[in-house]
């Protein structure tokens, strides 16, 4: 099995997106505390990977020290992020609307989200929370709680 996790499949392909509260920028704080910042963990089965769109540069780390069955999520809430899994909808044949380039656009570029009207990280965050309780609370899965 090939671990190039930015090429997985969405069968194989975990992820989960990372609020953050942190800003340096004075205007970020405009937004809502705990939601100035969004970045994305990916994980294939066997490594994690981690993108952060800031506005200067994005980085794109695949964490070769961190075993593949070590609990990431959880390790980034106890750090005080938000963290909450996402599904990977890499199905449609249409390109992504035209937006600004911003943290919560680059971020819902990797997941293949179309959706125009999430423009902040509060709206993706209530966006992911309205998936996962149609995608993930079925029989037999898992209800995600943040």
Same mark, same amino acid.
């Given at each position: 099995? %090939?671990? !190039?996790?930015?090429?997985? @499949? @969405?069968?194989?392909? =975990?992820?989960?997106?990372?609020?953050?509260?942190?800003? !340096?920028? %004075?205007?970020?704080?405009?937004?809502? $505390?705990?939601?100035?910042?969004?970045?994305?963990?990916? /994980?294939?089965? /066997?490594?994690?990977? +981690?993108?952060? *769109?800031?506005?200067?540069?994005?980085?794109?780390?695949? /964490?070769?020290?961190? %075993? +593949?069955?070590?609990?990431? $999520?959880?390790?980034? =809430?106890?750090?005080? /992020?938000?963290?909450?899994?996402? *599904?990977?909808?890499?199905?449609?044949?249409? $390109?992504? *609307?035209?937006?600004?380039?911003?943290?919560?656009?680059?971020?819902?570029?990797?997941?293949?989200?179309?959706?125009?009207?999430?423009?902040? *990280?509060?709206?993706?965050?209530?966006?992911?929370?309205?998936?996962? @309780?149609? +995608?993930?609370?079925?029989?037999?899965?898992?209800?995600?709680?943040?």
């Amino acid at each position: 099995m %090939s671990s !190039d996790i930015m090429n997985q @499949t @969405t069968e194989n392909l =975990r992820a989960w997106v990372v609020f953050s509260g942190h800003a !340096d920028l %004075s205007w970020l704080k405009l937004l809502k $505390p705990g939601f100035r910042h969004c970045s994305v963990l990916l /994980h294939d089965g /066997h490594k994690w990977c +981690s993108v952060d *769109p800031m506005l200067q540069h994005t980085d794109i780390a695949v /964490h070769h020290n961190v %075993s +593949s069955d070590f609990d990431m $999520p959880a390790w980034l =809430r106890g750090r005080g /992020h938000k963290v909450i899994e996402a *599904p990977v909808q890499r199905i449609k044949c249409k $390109p992504a *609307p035209f937006m600004m380039f911003t943290c919560v656009e680059a971020v819902k570029r990797i997941l293949g989200y179309h959706a125009m009207r999430v423009v902040t *990280p509060w709206q993706l965050y209530k966006h992911l929370r309205k998936i996962n @309780t149609s +995608s993930f609370n079925r029989k037999g899965d898992y209800a995600w709680e943040v």
